[in-house]
């Protein structure tokens, strides 16, 4: 049975690689009764979603994966804060996610809301379109 599932290859038509990752809600799977699973665009999407939320020490065995951005959040909301929190979510997600091809960052402040509407455009590598992904960062206390 191992060997069968070794020598099993991807049926996609449109990529030679299936990213998957697990669906961090946990909901369970009706037909195998097992966790759900996201593939795909989903999750590298999920993937830079965790990636920009984690602060440095948070991954175990892996201090050096994360940012400051939290901290930069405590910060006054400023033209100068944009650009900073836009260029580290960028150097970000070159360093630490292979998947993407990153397009752009922009970061917008929210005087309402006290915090930042992060906008991320990227490619996933063997999918044609591009993906935007939209995070609010705020503080938390």
Do not use: C, W
């Not at 060997?3 to 991807?10: E, G, I, K, M, V």
């Not at 065995?61 to 836009?86: C, D, K």
């Not at 997600?93 to 906008?119: C, F, H, K, M, W």
């Not at 935007?132 to 705020?138: H, M, S, W």
């Amino acid at each position: 049975m191992s060997r069968y599932d070794a020598t099993q290859s991807n049926e996609s038509t449109r990529s030679s690689r299936i990213y998957k990752d697990l669906n961090l809600d946990f909901e369970k799977n009706t037909v195998t009764k097992d966790i759900q699973k996201i593939t795909d665009v989903e999750a590298v999407k999920r993937s830079v979603r965790n990636l920009i939320n984690t602060n440095h020490y948070e991954k175990p065995f892996h201090p050096e994966i994360g940012s400051n951005l939290r901290a930069m959040l405590f910060e006054n909301l400023t033209p100068q804060m944009n650009h900073l929190i836009s260029k580290q979510i960028e150097l970000l997600i070159r360093n630490y996610e292979p998947r993407v091809r990153l397009v752009q960052v922009n970061a917008q402040p929210s005087y309402d809301r006290n915090g930042y509407l992060a906008t991320i455009s990227f490619y996933v590598l063997n999918y044609p379109e591009p993906v935007v992904v939209e995070n609010f960062l705020e503080r938390l206390r």
